[in-house]
């Protein structure tokens, strides 16, 4: 069936014309959305199991320093590791975090000495692997279930007990393994921050697991008897079918630990339905809104078929005798109103563009200006954060973390340029007698005034760091140790000479220690400085010492 008639034509065209253009747009923005949408479901799992994996990294890593730290601790070194002020400082570090299971004190033949609760003192521990591998050097154990202290801990629990050890040799003052520091960490701790990161996010149907290098499962325990499906590599999120047939959004990422043994992976899988539900929701609004368009587009054709077929035919009629006018002759000559309106409109229409586009390029160049600068205050903000993370905030001067950075690099300054530093190690004497007679804003009065009395007397190539409660650095860079000692000597005597109203006269006692090619590695160091320290208040404080050669 022919369709003469142009208006007919016409909006037959203008039909199909609309149908096409909107079942293409709607096809092209569904497939752009859906997977935008899916590839920020994936990024989103991805970034949670990330941050969890950084959040147990920095957990386990905690909690080797403070094993490490309190084996090195004075107190552990000299003490009669069987005495209570042993005990007590075992219990306040179990309570310092609700996870130590046990912290005990073993001796070089496996008999427990001294433990938090009195746990296990007595027994011999000498077959278990921490206590073996305690004795070589600082160790980390994967998780197993506890042996000795599963009924003493938890007798009641349907869950068995399991541990992480953290462990550390205690050495004399000799050098020697004098006995073993073990801690027994509740691996309960996983599930208590893996349960804090999906709080609150129970409608995503969000699942975390933990396998170990042996490819079992060892968090949640309900699933230690369930196979492990094909993971996607570490750092990747998929689509993959687990034993329960479901099909889950699954991503891995490896948690980073200090023993290489310890190759952990966290998995978070969350239900494929569950992550694609906006891209479901998606679908149906592109759906009703393309149906939306094709009815409006139906509509519009009739209207705009209408529209051009009048002019146009008059137009037709008209066009033999002007054929061969040009075109603007043609629009400015031609008698169809119609023709010259579309001119003059289009005429109008190009000059309001051309004045909209100066006014976009004004605005535009504003912008710039604007994000300039904005850009400039947000540079300048980073910079005093970052100079606020390495200053201690009590005295201005530097912080633990900035003395850490500039020893690193004086330490490669020295290995490779041979440059002579030297470290000084400032004790306050009798600081705690200060804070309990006078209180403790007076003790951070004689803090805060102490440390501009010292930076007055340095260099500004020198460093003055706190390191915590009354206890100072000093990195001397391009010093030798006779004039580390010169330093140390003038920091003394402009203590002892300092004035402080409220106090009185205080003293400092000093250690000094060189680098030396025999002592960079460990920062070995920090330790001579610290027992140069150590000797300085022996011997009646307010004195310089050396460390031993």
């Known amino acids: 069936m022919k369709i003469n008639s142009f208006y007919l034509r016409l909006t037959a065209y203008f039909a199909a014309l609309v149908l096409l253009c909107c079942l293409l747009l709607a096809f092209h923005f569904d497939r752009l959305a859906t997977l935008a949408l899916t590839e920020a479901a994936a990024r989103n799992l991805f970034n949670t199991t990330r941050s969890a994996a950084m959040q147990i990294t920095v957990n386990m890593q905690e909690r ?65 692997p921490w206590f073996q591998a305690g004795l070589k050097g600082p160790y980390v154990g994967d998780v197993h279930k506890a042996l000795l202290l599963e009924q003493l801990l938890r007798p009641n629990s349907t869950e068995p ?20 520091l073990g801690t027994h960490v509740d691996w309960a701790w996983v599930a208590q921050l893996l ?27 309900s699933a230690s008897n369930t196979a492990v499906p094909p993971l996607p590599d570490t750092g990747q999120t998929t689509s993959i079918r687990w034993p329960d047939q479901q099909h889950y959004l699954t991503s891995v990422v490896q948690i980073q630990t200090n023993q ?19 891209v479901k929701l998606l679908h149906q609004q592109i759906l009703w809104l393309a149906l939306a368009l094709i009815a409006l587009g139906l509509l519009l054709s009739l209207v705009l078929a209408r529209q051009f077929s009048l002019p146009i035919i008059k137009l037709a009629r008209d066009a033999r005798s002007i054929s061969s006018a040009k075109l603007q002759d043609f629009q400015t000559e031609s008698s169809l ?59 201005g001067v530097a912080n633990r973390r900035r003395a850490e950075q500039q020893l690193q690099l004086a330490i490669a300054q020295f290995q490779r340029y041979q440059t002579p530093a030297t470290v000084l190690l400032l004790d306050i004497d009798h600081f705690k007698r200060i804070n309990d007679n006078f209180g403790h804003d007076i003790g951070d009065l ?53 004035h402080i109203p409220q106090v009185g006269k205080v003293t400092v006692s000093i250690g000094v220690a060189p680098f030396t090619p025999d002592n960079l590695e460990h920062e070995l160091f920090l ?3 610290d027992e140069a320290l150590y000797r300085a208040k022996q011997t009646g404080r307010n004195q310089v010492r050396l460390a031993l050669s």
């Open 161 to 180: 007990l399991r541990f992480i050890d953290f462990v550390a040799p205690l050495y004399d003052e000799t050098g020697q393994v004098k006995a073993v």
């Open 337 to 395: 109103t119609e023709i010259r309106e579309l001119a003059n409109a289009l005429h109008t229409m190009l000059q309001s563009l051309q004045h909209k586009q100066q006014q976009l390029t004004e605005a535009n160049n504003t912008l710039e200006q604007q994000v300039a600068e904005r850009t400039l205050e947000l540079q300048h903000a980073n910079q005093v954060l970052q100079q606020l993370s390495l200053t201690d905030p009590l005295t």
């Open 527 to 529: 330790k001579q400085a």
């Open 195 to 221: 349960s804090g990161i999906l709080d609150g996010a129970t409608e995503q149907q969000l699942e975390f697991f933990i396998l170990d290098a042996k490819q079992q499962w060892l968090y949640p325990f």
């Open 446 to 498: 004689v803090l805060k005034q102490l440390a501009q009395a010292w930076q007055a007397e340095l260099r500004s190539s020198d460093l003055l760091a706190r390191l915590g409660g009354e206890e100072f650095l000093v990195l001397a860079t391009q010093t030798n140790l006779d004039d580390a000692v010169l330093l140390a000597e003038k920091l003394r005597v402009s203590t002892a000479a300092l």
């Open 64 to 128: 080797e320093r403070e094993v490490l730290l309190l084996s090195r601790s004075h107190l552990l070194k000299t003490a009669d590791l069987r005495t209570s002020l042993v005990s007590n400082r075992l219990q306040d570090i179990q309570q310092s975090y609700p996870y130590y299971a046990w912290i005990g004190i073993a001796a070089p033949d496996g008999e427990v000495l001294n433990a938090t609760g009195k746990l296990l003192v007595g027994e011999n521990v000498a077959a278990r």
């Open 260 to 278: 290489p043994a310890l190759q952990w992976q966290l998995v978070l899988r969350q239900p494929v339905n569950t992550a694609l539900t906006p």
